[in-house]
T-cell receptor, first 115, second 111 residues
Framework: GAVVSQHPSWVICKSGTSVKIECRSL??????MFWYRQFPKQSLMLMAT?????????EQGVEKDKFLINHASLTLSTLTVTSAHPEDSSFYIC???????????FGPGTRLTVT | GQNIDQPTEMTATEGAIVQINCTYQ??????LFWYQQHAGEAPTFLSY????GLEEKGRFSSFLSRSKGYSYLLLKELQMKDSASYLC????????????FGTGTRLLVSP
């Protein structure tokens, strides 16, 4: 139980284009989903927290107009990187949390490369 | 502010015991987590401490001292597959269960 999937697992895009990453909780309802970014040999940095049906809460320094987050249902959240630049190349990981649980369940991650 | 520190790298030999330390200074405390992460993969949950003391789970144990802002992860009977990064994370708020991750410790287990 408690499986979280991400799609795609990797993506290469050209500078200036937009990329959408999906995060799904497969066997539970996730009232809260989190998006993290991880650069090589660094730890996870929280980008934003989203609750189903409401606007995401972004961490300081994360541009909400560049990283669009939608949490339209209890099983799906999407992150869209708009006007991607090479410096956005990173490993993006989502996690999901159940209403009563304390644990975050992580997706397998999406490696984004912007050329 | 939020500050969570771990050693950057550690090495150990197969069969040995290793202790990975984590010190934290956060605005509020609502639990500490340890995760294992292999290169290119997502973190996997290892342990959770919210009260002081030791939690044991097979070869892995985690200790917490809230008054000292300190935790450690103890790995016994090391195996080659334990070579990974180990992330300490503190849940510092309520509601959204937001986690703040430490810098991570890369552990290399050699034969």
């Amino acid at each position: 139980g408690a499986v979280v999937s991400q799609h795609p697992s990797w993506v290469i895009c050209k500078s200036g284009t937009s990329v959408k990453i999906e995060c799904r909780s497969l066997d539970f309802q996730a009232t809260t989903m989190f998006w993290y970014r991880q650069f090589p040999k660094q730890s996870l940095m929280l980008m934003a927290t989203s609750n189903e049906g409401s606007k995401a809460t972004y961490e300081q320094g994360v541009e909400k107009d560049k990283f669009l987050i939608n949490h339209a249902s209890l099983t799906l959240s999407t992150l869209t990187v708009t006007s991607a630049h090479p410096e956005d190349s990173s490993f993006y990981i989502c996690s999901a949390s159940q209403t009563q649980g304390y644990e975050q369940y992580f997706g397998p991650g999406t490696r984004l490369t912007v050329t | 502010g939020q500050n969570i520190d771990q050693p950057t790298e550690m090495t150990a030999t197969e069969g040995a015991i290793v202790q990975i330390n984590c010190t934290y200074q956060t605005s509020g405390f609502n639990g500490l987590f340890w995760y294992q992460q292999h290169a290119g993969e997502a973190p996997t949950f290892l342990s959770y401490n919210v009260l002081d003391g030791l939690e044991e789970k097979g070869r892995f144990s985690s200790f917490l001292s809230r008054s000292k802002g300190y935790s450690y992860l103890l790995l016994k009977e090391l195996q080659m597959k334990d070579s990974a990064s180990y992330l300490c994370a503190v849940r510092s708020g309520t509601g959204f269960q937001k986690l703040v991750f430490g810098t991570g410790t890369r552990l290399l287990v050699s034969p």
